[in-house]
């Protein structure tokens, strides 16, 4: 299993540097910066939010080695095909290490203060299927031509193309139709977790599988949870997780919670930096995460 980190976009821009460099340099495989304008809290709207993608593209030409997503970029206020063309660029940047990261969106805030419609929850899912197919075929085929009922493209081209094989990441829960978009269209699958809820989201993925008859072990699977760290942080973890999944514990507790994942298929955890405090705090709680708790799943 592979550790990646989660920084907060709400970071100033030389703290958001400085935990992706020390992530590059403890060995972390990825970093993760979610795409949001604002906090999901009108009350909190004077809080600043750096936009995704530029910071993606920043850290894609200033940190060498680890892997750069999206977690995730919301379909709703990102067209898929100028959204293919900047995660292209990006990648082209990084060498080849990017991944985007893409879902059908949700946050309601956000599209009330920019005039941006949400739409039903089925007509964003229609939309969303649209869209993986116009990235998709972007990124594969030398024109793409879609002929949607949101989204029409007359051979268009992607040029230049991504450098690296730019994986379609998915961020969805939902066991019918979304599961069933996953299975077609998706490199990986990203959801927050438990062991124990992940277990019960991954049926309608490996049942949409089944049903198309793909291989299961092409698909990349993530999850994230806030972790929490020390002697008490397995019970603060178990309040916080009915509000957010969770998990806490000291190093072995860790050891134990995780492996219960990996015993289930996971192939990334990702770490959001939320829980840690200030960044010398973060980056403490990095180093123990990824020399005391990471080399079990080596």
């Known amino acids: 299993m592979r550790f990646s980190f989660w920084i907060n976009a709400q970071l100033p821009w030389d703290e958001v540097l400085d935990l992706a460099t020390h992530a590059e340099a403890g060995g972390w495989h990825g970093v993760w910066i979610a795409d949001h304008f604002m906090p999901n809290d009108d009350d909190a709207l004077d809080q600043p939010v750096g936009e995704c993608f530029s910071l993606l593209a920043a850290l894609a030409a200033a940190v060498p080695r680890v892997r750069l997503g999206s977690l995730v970029a919301g379909n709703t206020y990102r067209h898929p095909a100028v959204l293919t063309k900047a995660a292209a660029t990006i990648d082209q940047i990084s060498g080849g290490r990017f991944v985007l990261g893409l879902g059908a969106g949700w946050q309601q805030n956000e599209h009330d203060r920019y005039g941006i419609p949400l739409g039903s929850v089925s007509e964003r899912i229609a939309w969303f299927e649209e869209a993986c197919e116009v990235v998709t075929s972007l990124r594969d085929q030398d024109r793409t031509t879609v002929t949607g009922q949101r989204y029409q493209l007359t051979d ?73 760290l020390g002697p008490k942080a397995k019970a603060k973890a178990e309040e916080l997780a009915a509000i957010r999944p969770a998990i806490g514990g000291t190093a072995p507790e860790l050891i134990d919670t995780i492996g219960e994942w990996a015993e289930a298929g996971l192939d990334e955890l990702i770490v959001p930096s939320f829980t840690f405090g200030t960044v010398d705090k973060a980056k403490d709680a990095m180093d123990q995460l990824i020399t005391e708790v990471a080399p079990a799943f080596a």
């Open 156 to 228: 268009a081209p992607l040029v230049p193309k991504p450098t690296g094989p730019l994986p379609l990441l998915i961020g969805s829960s939902g066991q019918q139709k979304m599961a069933a978009i996953v299975a077609r269209y998706a490199d990986e699958w990203n959801t927050w977790s438990t062991p124990s809820l992940w277990r019960e989201k991954r049926v309608g993925y490996d049942r949409a599988f089944d049903e198309i008859s793909r291989d299961p072990a092409s698909l990349h699977r993530s999850t994230q949870a806030l972790v929490l």
